[in-house]
């Protein structure tokens, strides 16, 4: 069953020895000048402006209830909770070959490729494949996995975040990301796409937070690089997003470091945002993203996953 997550008077100053005239006695005028001196008496008689009435605070901020997680506490070489998630297999083929990136991975689901560690965390590990794996481009390469929550658990509106620590190497894309649940129906970039998290794998010290739809996609997204005040992607880190009608909010450790309005969408294309969304997780190597690895010396390389937490506004 899919799981689908909602969301949520003016005080007068007059100069020394100036006083006020008696309205008795005053010829009767017309009510357009009358009311061009009651107004030249308040002008001249205001000592000041008054000032406007100060800006309303902004909004709090939402509260957020979480409603679905995965802590990946299972025992040491146990796969992932097929309940929750699923596999995707492969090289793309026969759909999308090098899964649109020129990616050289081959997707597998043994506990070689992905696991729980025992230690409260999930395990992503790309290796150098064995021999006899075939690929678009030939022999393959790498191996390594990636999970995903389509047709298990979905969101409109709200939070997801992820606590991740990554490995370094030229070659290697890691990402924590989000496609929209109707892209069977639209295709992709209508459907939607929310990059929470990728790396270059030769840059340590950065990772960045995209949109995707249509008319900003591919090599033209709404994006923005985190660069990290010390350590960087191979320390763990809480890689979140939030969004609702209004904006999409990327966050690096509780710090906000992207926001994208919908207003400023609409110079671009759609704002397709109001819609569910699913999770991914996966370890890509090679491609158009990074570059390909210069050495094997990079491989085993893991990707490790302390836990994703989904969170509705109340």
Same mark, same amino acid.
């Given at each position: ?29 017309? &009510? &357009?000048? #009358? ?60 759909? $999308? ?8 991975? *081959? *997707? ?16 992503? #590990? ?10 678009? *481009? ?18 409109? &509106? ?66 923005? $690089? ?11 880190? $809480? ?12 966050? $690096?450790?509780?710090?906000?470091? *992207?926001? #994208? ?46 836990? #994703? ?6």
């Amino acid at each position: 069953m899919v799981s689908t997550l909602h969301r949520r008077g003016m005080r007068s100053s007059l100069p020394s020895g100036v006083v006020r005239r008696a309205c008795s006695s005053v010829p009767a005028v017309s &009510h &357009h000048r #009358v009311t061009a001196v009651a107004l030249c008496a308040v002008l001249a008689c205001a000592s000041g402006a008054v000032s406007p009435p100060p800006p309303l605070p902004p909004p709090p901020p939402p509260v957020w209830v979480q409603v679905w997680s995965d802590e990946f506490d299972g025992p040491a070489g146990s796969p992932v909770d097929t309940t929750r998630w699923n596999y995707d297999i492969g090289d793309g083929c026969p759909g $999308v070959c090098g899964w649109g990136n020129n990616e050289k991975e *081959y *997707y597998r689901s043994d506990t070689a490729s992905i696991q729980q560690n025992g230690q409260g965390q999930l395990q992503i #590990v790309a290796r150098v494949a064995p021999a006899g794996l075939s690929c678009y *481009y030939g022999s393959c390469r790498y191996t390594s996995a990636k999970i995903t929550t389509r047709g298990k658990v979905s969101v409109n &509106h709200g939070r997801v975040e992820a606590r991740i620590k990554l490995a370094a190497g030229q070659g290697l894309w890691p990402a924590f990301w989000m496609l929209g649940s109707n892209i069977g129906t639209v295709g992709w970039p209508t459907c939607g796409e929310l990059d929470i998290m990728e790396n270059h794998g030769s840059d340590v010290t950065s990772m960045s937070s995209a949109v995707h739809g249509p008319g900003y996609s591919g090599n033209t997204p709404l994006v923005h $690089v985190n660069h990290f005040a010390s350590g960087g992607v191979t320390d763990f880190h $809480v890689y979140a997003v939030e969004w609702d009608v209004e904006s999409i909010r990327f966050f $690096v450790d509780s710090n906000q470091h *992207y926001s #994208v309005a919908r207003s400023s969408v609409g110079r671009y294309g759609d704002w397709v945002f109001d819609q569910y969304f699913y999770a991914i997780l996966n370890l890509a190597v090679g491609g158009h993203f990074d570059g390909d690895p210069q050495s094997d010396a990079i491989f085993p390389a893991t990707m490790l996953v302390d836990y #994703v937490r989904v969170y509705t506004a109340q």
